[in-house]
């Protein structure tokens, strides 16, 4: 078992930034993806980034190139999502996720075995 816990949420400006944590603890040896993932009100769980173990890939939804950036402390296990030029649209409930499927596919919420209790972010106009 992995468990995940997020931190980093909250209110913030249009224009603004947050930085996303994802500390990873349990059997975290076999992990070979790690992503993040938001759902809006109302909506459906979307992928936003992520980062594949084996090779080292890094993979961003095409709403969030440019402004988003994960990255990893493999000594803390923990992941990061750093967010600027944050937009109303943005306004989510963020989802940390781990895998330990060879070859998953990253976009895909249905890939993740362990997922966090989330973080709300929400930007106002």
């Known amino acids: 078992q992995v468990q995940l816990v997020e931190s980093g949420g909250g209110l913030v400006q249009a224009g603004g930034s947050l930085r996303l944590s994802c500390a990873a603890s349990?059997?975290?040896?076999?992990?070979?993806?790690m992503g993040w993932f938001r759902q809006p009100p109302g909506k459906e769980r979307d992928f936003v980034a992520a980062?594949?173990?084996?090779?080292?890939?890094?993979f961003y939804a095409d709403s969030v190139k440019g402004r988003f950036t994960v990255s990893r402390d493999l000594a803390k296990n923990t992941m990061f999502l750093q967010m600027n030029n944050l937009e109303p649209e943005d306004t989510a409930v963020y989802y940390c996720a781990a895998t330990q499927k060879w070859n998953p596919m990253i976009l895909r919420a249905a890939s993740y075995d362990y997922w966090g209790q989330g973080t709300q972010v929400t930007v106002s106009s």
């Open positions: 349990g059997r975290t040896f076999g992990t070979t993806a």
């Open positions: 980062f594949e173990r084996r090779a080292g890939s890094t």
